[in-house]
């Protein structure tokens, strides 16, 4: 189960860094996708940090990476 949340964690960690290199080049070029993509970074980084409590959870309670 771990390795699966920490699978979880690689993947919103990548697409927090896709969305952010989007917001960027949309600066002063397209705003409206550009609001479109800060929404979902905002999706996408409660995502992780859901994820980075469960993680703390099962850490916590003994359960280690495979
Ligand atoms: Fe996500």
């Known amino acids: 189960m771990v390795a699966v949340i920490h699978g979880v964690l ?3 960690n990548e697409a927090i860094r896709i969305y952010n290199e989007l917001i960027r080049a949309c600066e002063q070029k397209d705003y409206v996708t550009q609001e479109l993509a800060i929404d979902i970074l905002a999706d996408e980084e ?3 940090t859901l994820f980075d ?3 703390r959870s099962f850490e916590r ?3 280690k990476a495979a």
């Open 10 to 12: 690689e993947a919103e």
């Open 53 to 55: 409590g469960f993680l």
């Open 61 to 63: 309670h003994g359960l």
């Open 46 to 48: 409660e995502h992780r």
